[in-house]
Every structure is written in C-alpha cells, then in structure tokens.
C-alpha cells in the first residue's frame, strides 16, 4: 500500500467552477503539507504549504487538512482555464525535505 | 532568471548505453536532488547532494550514479541504461533542507530506453 493515495483523474471542470483535489495518507507522522502545481512538459512548482491540521487560504486556493482522518484537500475558487495542470500533494514528517512523499498527482483540466 | 535549468530535454538511448544528465542551478542553494517520474507512481528521490563533493542514496538508487563536483551542478549517470529507466527525471535544489522547504524543480528531461 502507498504512503499517499491520489486520485489522478483526469478531472474535467467548466470555467468558475469550485475544484476539489483530496490525497489520503497511512504515515500519522506526517506534520508538513503541500500542494505542487504542474503543467505540462515542466517542473512542479510549490502552491502551498500547511502545517498539521486545519485551513489556509492563499487567494483562490484553500489547502485543507485533517489529521485525525488523514485527508488533505485542495480547494480551487472561480476556476481558470491556466488552472488546468497537474496537481501533486506532498508529505513530510518532521525530518527533512529529502523525506518528501508525493502522490502521484492528478491531472486537472478546466474548460474555457 | 534561469533558476534550474536540465540538459537534455530529451535523449533515447539503447539498452546498455550510458549518459549523463546535468543539471545546474544558479540560486547559489545548497541542497540538490534528482528525481524519477513516472505514471501512478509519484516523484520518487534518485539521489540527492548536501552540499559541493557530497552524495547520498535517496529511495530508488539502484543503476543510477551522481557527482557534485561544483556546487552550482548536479550530474546523474546512467551507466548502462535498462528499459527500467524509461521516465522523466526531474532534477531540484533547494536553500535549507528543512521538511518545509520549497524545491525548485528543473523542467525535466524525457528519456526512452529502447
């Protein structure tokens, strides 16, 4: 069994609609959290960052976590077309960032 | 701004050929990592550098080497490729090492062992 389960999609949505990306965990030592945006054909780049439970808002985006079921969501206001990429969660227990786990992403894709 | 910046993008090798990616960074970080991607698997730590001359084995070390023979570069080596191989690598580097620390990720190179 993985460390961090992820639905990967794809997902379909029109423009403005509310997006909902969840990855569920088995490591209750897992404290750090973060959502990886990626587009096609480059990087992932770092979207947010929460530590242990509950939500943080960063304009459109609101990253969601609950410990004691250990789920983490992310939330997508008035989605965009130049939203659609893939989106990988991320985990890491109190160690260091070589000790990342990341799911497996999902991929995203919001119709104009 | 370059950032982190892989060469090649793309390479196909045959079945027991060698090469090597390289991979530089210009943010002056510290720390460096190479990854594999693959379909339903998840970004997954080849190897990674704490610092210029250090290297150690991250979860899949297996078939892969690296040197950090200057502090801005990160070389992987694929000293007899297998079809195994077959992904895109993703290389990394970040300022601290710290579990919250933002990676700054390279675009990748696609590599196709035939």
């Known amino acids: 069994q993985k460390e961090v389960e992820q639905d990967p999609g794809p997902l379909s949505v029109p423009e403005g609609a509310i997006v909902s990306l969840n990855c569920t965990y088995s490591n209750s030592a897992f404290q750090y959290f973060m959502w990886y945006r990626q587009y096609s054909r480059k990087g992932p780049e770092l979207l947010m960052y929460t530590y242990s439970s509950g939500n943080k808002e960063d304009g459109r985006f609101t990253a969601q976590v609950d410990k004691s079921s250990k789920y983490i969501s992310l939330f997508i206001r008035d989605s965009q077309p130049s939203d659609s990429a893939t989106y990988l969660c991320?985990?890491?227990?109190?160690?260091?960032?070589?000790?990342?786990?990341f799911g497996s992403g999902t991929q995203l894709t919001v119709l104009p | 701004n370059a950032g982190v910046t892989q060469t090649p993008k793309f390479r196909v090798l045959k079945t027991g050929q060698s090469m090597t990616l390289l991979c530089a960074q210009d943010m002056n970080h510290e720390y460096m990592y190479w990854y594999r991607q693959d379909p339903g698997m998840g970004l997954r730590l080849i190897h990674y550098s704490v610092g210029e001359g250090t290297t150690a084995k991250g979860e899949v070390p297996d078939g892969y080497n690296v040197s950090r023979l200057k502090k801005q570069n990160f070389l992987l080596g694929l000293e007899s490729a297998a079809p195994s191989q077959t992904s895109v690598y993703f290389c990394a580097s970040s300022f601290t090492d710290r579990a919250n620390e933002k990676l700054f990720f390279g675009s990748g190179t696609q590599l196709s062992v035939l």
């Open positions: 991320a985990m890491s227990h109190p160690g260091s960032a070589r000790q990342l786990t």
